[in-house]
């Protein structure tokens, strides 16, 4: 077999391999994807997407056409419940749940349930930055409290003792910056200041 005869069948397959290694390349190709986006970790609480980045300020509100939505334990047994209106951060809540689950651990089948959700986008301004110049950037998740809203709640497939989760609930507040108090589910629902039963029952007609 002469070289010129080895080039000339070398040539000939040439092509072939090259076609073959194109179809392998083709499938470990890097591809942009938008996973990134959608990917957050659970000890970061915030929405996925939003949208708009940026919101108002705003104020919390205050239930004045009367209802009492959100005051009572639905889900478990014992709950915490704020007395005074606030505007709670993200890490704080982690911090708060963080606590109350630390504590829950040897009470097995127990669950948390987290009543609130940091929704709302904060933005700051840096220090000694003059005025104007549109809103400044964002820092953090926040959640609008008002009087009376509950925030955890403590329940399961098992029946956890009072005085655990009564423990375990005032470690969880003193993690947030607002006064709470101790419910159970037998707890009449609340309104402001207001605690009363008859409070949950609708009223029909015409009050005197």
């Not at 047994?77 to 606030?86: A, F, K």
Request: with cysteine.
């Amino acid at each position: 077999m002469s070289f010129r005869s080895f080039l000339g069948g070398t040539r000939a397959s040439i092509p072939a391999v090259v076609s073959s290694w194109k179809h392998l390349l083709s499938e470990f190709t890097w591809r942009p994807s938008n996973i990134f986006s959608q990917v957050r970790f659970a000890s970061n609480l915030g929405p996925r997407r939003t949208k708009y980045r940026k919101s108002h300020k705003g104020r919390v509100s205050f239930p004045i056409g009367g209802s009492v939505k959100g005051t009572t334990v639905t889900q478990g047994m014992y709950g915490i419940r704020t007395l005074e209106p606030c505007r709670i951060t993200a890490t704080q809540l982690t911090a708060a749940e963080t606590a109350l689950k630390r504590k829950l651990k040897v009470v097995r089948g127990s669950q948390v349930f987290m009543r609130v959700f940091p929704d709302v986008p904060v933005c700051v301004k840096g220090n000694e930055t003059r005025m104007g110049k549109g809103k400044g950037s964002f820092e953090y998740w926040a959640c609008r409290v008002p009087v009376g809203r509950v925030l955890f709640e403590i329940g399961g497939h098992v029946e956890v003792r009072p005085e655990v989760a009564k423990d375990a609930l005032r470690l969880a507040a003193a993690k947030l910056p607002i006064r709470t108090e101790f419910i159970t589910a037998s707890t009449p629902p609340r309104l402001g200041r207001e605690v009363n039963p008859d409070l949950s029952k609708p009223k029909l007609g015409k009050q005197p």
